[in-house]
């Protein structure tokens, strides 16, 4: 609710841009509604450790993403309590983020290999996270350039169009507008900074990503559950903004 009241000011110059003025209201009733959950993104120090460590306050996350804040915060980084968190992942719960993913009818015809891959990440072994992060984001590329090819019918693309693909996606999506916690931006700086982040041999830079798994230079150290769990995070947040209608 809010006066306007510029028809009794006749100077054209203090007349109301209600476009303008509704984008400003939705920013402050953003602030109101979603303090707390501000000051978690807003702490750049504490934030920037969590996304460091693949840390993101994803949709499936938000509540034990608070548990994982409090404890940065405290420059308590421990790993028990990120196992306890990958614990919480069991095949009800990704058969629940699943059921949204298979709703979509390219993802369903794809539905077999994905689950396979989705599950991997249950067993308790090694190869089996490997195969996770190996295979998972292989379909979800296929996926996401299928849908740059329908909307640019360019089929000869490179990796980087479509990281700029997404990142225009995320950054102009209509659900930005909405009263919630979508965090376009730091969305994608999150994507650019740990998914597609790139190596350099010469200096050691070799942080895994989807490059340094394609091409065979990541740390086998780096092959983890939390990892794996953290790559399925990121394709089902993806899935609101190029499926979720």
Same mark, same amino acid.
């Given at each position: 609710?809010?006066?306007?009241f510029?028809?009794l000011i006749?100077?054209e110059?203090y007349?109301?841009?209600?476009? /303008?003025?509704?984008?400003? @209201? ?12 501000l000051?978690?993104i807003?702490?750049?120090e504490?934030? %920037? ?9 994803f ?10 804040y ?6 308590? /980084? ?12 069991n095949?009800?719960r ?5 059921e949204r ?7 369903k ?16 072994n090694?190869s089996?996270?490997? %195969?996770? @992060?190996k ?6 590329e ?18 980087n169009?479509?990281v ?10 209509e ?10 931006? /730091?969305?994608?700086?999150f994507?650019?900074?740990n ?7 010469n200096?050691?830079?070799i ?9 065979w230079?990541a ?5 983890t559950k939390?990892r794996?769990?953290?790559?399925? @995070? ?12």
């Amino acid at each position: 609710l809010y006066f306007d009241f510029s028809p009794l000011i006749p100077n054209e110059k203090y007349k109301i841009n209600i476009k /303008k003025l509704e984008e400003k @209201l939705g920013t402050l009733y953003t602030i109101l509604i979603f303090d707390e959950e501000l000051d978690y993104i807003n702490n750049n120090e504490v934030y %920037n450790d969590l996304v460091l460590d693949w840390w993101y306050p994803f949709f499936e996350l938000w509540d034990d993403y608070k548990i994982l804040y409090n404890f940065y915060n405290s420059w308590k /980084k421990i790993l028990e309590i990120q196992n306890n968190l990958v614990d919480k992942f069991n095949k009800e719960r990704l058969d629940k983020i699943q059921e949204r993913w298979y709703k979509n009818p390219i993802l369903k015809e794809k539905e077999d290999i994905i689950r396979a891959w989705v599950e991997s990440f249950l067993y308790f072994n090694k190869s089996w996270y490997i %195969n996770c @992060l190996k295979n998972l984001w292989t379909e979800i590329e296929w996926l996401l350039g299928i849908y740059y090819i329908w909307e640019t019918w360019n089929t000869n693309y490179k990796i980087n169009e479509i990281v700029d693909y997404i990142k225009n996606k995320i950054t102009n999506s209509e659900k930005s507008n909405l009263l919630t916690i979508w965090f376009n931006e /730091k969305f994608t700086d999150f994507l650019i900074k740990n998914v597609f982040d790139f190596f350099d041999i010469n200096t050691w830079k070799i942080n895994i990503s989807r490059h340094t798994i394609w091409h065979w230079v990541a740390l086998s150290e780096e092959y983890t559950k939390i990892r794996a769990l953290q790559y399925i @995070l990121v394709i089902d947040q993806l899935y609101y903004y190029f499926i979720e209608k």
